[in-house]
């Protein structure tokens, strides 16, 4: 269970006015349902992975289609989330995976989950609207994990958040892309789970593409994997070439472990 | 003092994986120091007033220089605050002051002070960065109230957050401007106090070209005012026109109620 040690760091800090405002609590509206189970090949920004879909029922008292009304006319939301996994711990600086891991920036310079108070902010496509029982949103390009808690959805105003000449220091773009390849195995078994999840491919292709490594691996015959949906993704990567081995069932209850943890499992 | 009544209410909910996650806390990093003491005034979005500007001291334990070691490197920067005057309270449906201030929106279709768990998000210009003592953040284009609470500050990422192209409804722009001009009395006040406050003209035409009058008023003999920083803005709209009428230093301890509660003030 997520413990946020941090959140009560702050006491009851005084105003320069005098008065006081105590830490306070925030309660999930919903909770996001999405491809991924793993932090690892989880894309670092929304939107790089256009077919990775969210869905989120809004949690009672939110879950009333009046608390939606006209948000139809809008074609992206900001959400508002909590870093759920990252056990409430902070630190002052931090190493981006865009600086190769291994130099250190500041939190606040950061998009980081290990950062005070653990919000975390993600601009994702809007696809559907169901209010036919509650509320059902369903996003695309999420790079959340699945059951990430959802604090808040706020529509998102270009004429105000659009900025596309300010200046983003050491990201200023997308990652370098990889080419994706499937092996002749890893063919057959995307046509069997196709017919679960028609996107499949695309997907696997946009979440490999951004080269999920750790900045530190580089080992041309590990073999990587990571959890998409039920199935267990297993690639290697050569050259500038991702090539998925094997796409597997995975069986009930059996949990596979992060793959940076197990090296060279089909060696 | 605010109480966020709404943020209890989601009480332990249950994950669809079994395990659930309470409602959590989180403590402010920093108090905003603003021009802007009442909600009438205030930008109805950041950077439409580009001299409105913020300061923000980090409370301990994040002020620390290494906590914002890099942050230079970005133009604007997110803040996500606390609407720390909305009571605690939120509604499914709010009035958009946009839309004339009588036809109703869902809270999540909007961006109400009104919504559950009272989280706000606001796009700044990060002018300066100080940590000769702690640290001490200024920021452009504010359009929060003095004191509000900060619990976080992030990077603008133009490459994923900018999308001028996105759909946004009804909110399509900024505001219609009024034209505004300043009376003889409140040119020679204007004088008087642009030794302490040297942008108090650009601020004040910033302010009121985006007519902050409620959406219902209409009546050219009242006077409407506001607070600037610890000055008494008085004011009144005649055709497209806004006229400074008077720029009052207010005696300490001297509290003027917001002015749309003082119709007429000057006749």
């Keep these: 269970m997520y413990r ?64 939606v009304r006209g948000l139809e006319a809008f074609s992206h939301v900001w959400l508002s989330f909590v ?29 980081s989950p290990f950062r005070p108070n653990l919000l975390g902010l993600s601009l994702v496509e809007l696809l559907a609207i169901d209010t036919s029982v509650g509320v059902l949103l369903t996003f695309g390009g999420v ?9 808040d959805i706020k529509p998102y105003l270009p004429f105000v958040e659009s900025e596309p000449a300010a200046r983003s220091g050491f990201v200023d773009g997308p990652p370098p892309q990889l080419a994706v390849d499937f092996s002749p195995l890893a063919q057959t078994q995307l046509h069997r789970h196709e017919s679960r999840w028609p996107d499949l491919a695309a997907l696997i292709r946009e979440v490999l593409a951004q080269d999920p490594r750790p900045a530190y691996a580089s080992d041309e015959r590990r073999c990587y994997g990571f959890r998409l949906y039920d199935l267990e993704i297993r690639w290697r990567c050569i050259g500038g ?12 209850g059996h949990q596979v472990p992060c793959v940076s943890a197990w090296p060279g499992l089909l060696r």
Tied chains: 1, 2.
């Design 241 to 252: 070439q991702a090539i998925v081995e094997q796409i597997a069932g995975r069986k009930n």
């Design 4 to 67: 946020p040690s941090s959140c009560s760091a702050g006491g009851l800090p005084a105003l320069s006015n005098g008065w006081s405002v105590p830490d306070f609590r925030c309660s999930p509206i919903g909770y996001l349902a999405t491809p991924f189970h793993d932090r690892f090949g989880i894309p670092r920004q929304p939107r790089l992975a256009p077919h990775a879909h969210g869905q989120l029922r809004l949690l009672r008292p939110y879950d009333r289609a009046e608390a």
């Design 143 to 151: 790079d959340l994990l699945d059951g990430t808690p959802i604090l």
């Design 83 to 111: 870093f759920h996994r990252s056990a409430g711990s902070w630190s002052p600086t931090v190493r981006p995976p865009r600086l190769g891991g291994n130099q250190r920036v500041g939190v606040f310079a950061s998009r």
